[in-house]
C-alpha cells in the first residue's frame, strides 16, 4: 500500500533527468501518492474504529480483536 520515498532516491531520480520540469513532475508524484496514502490510511482507520464499536455492541468477541489488531498496526506504522 505504502511506496518508502526517501530523499537520496529523490536526488537520484532528480539527477536522471535533463530538465527541472520533469524533476518537479517526479516530487509531485510523490507528494499525491504521500497524500493519498495518507486520507486512505486515515480513511481505513475512522472505518476500523466503527467496526470495533460495532462488535462491541454485538459482543463479537472475534470480530473485535480482529479489527483492534488492524487499527494497531495502522497507528505503529
Given at each position: 500500500m505504502d511506496k518508502?520515498?526517501?530523499y537520496t532516491d529523490f536526488l537520484k531520480a532528480v539527477g536522471q533527468y535533463q530538465h527541472?520540469?520533469?524533476?518537479?513532475k517526479l516530487l509531485n508524484d510523490i507528494?499525491?501518492?504521500l497524500f493519498l496514502n495518507g486520507i486512505q490510511r486515515m480513511q481505513r482507520i475512522e472505518e476500523l474504529k466503527h467496526?470495533?464499536?460495532k462488535a462491541l455492541d454485538?459482543?463479537?468477541?472475534?470480530a473485535f480483536y480482529t479489527y483492534a489488531e488492524e487499527l494497531n498496526?495502522?497507528?505503529e506504522s
Open positions: 518508502y520515498y526517501s527541472a520540469n520533469e524533476s518537479e507528494y499525491m501518492d467496526l470495533i464499536d454485538e459482543r463479537d468477541e472475534k498496526e495502522l497507528q
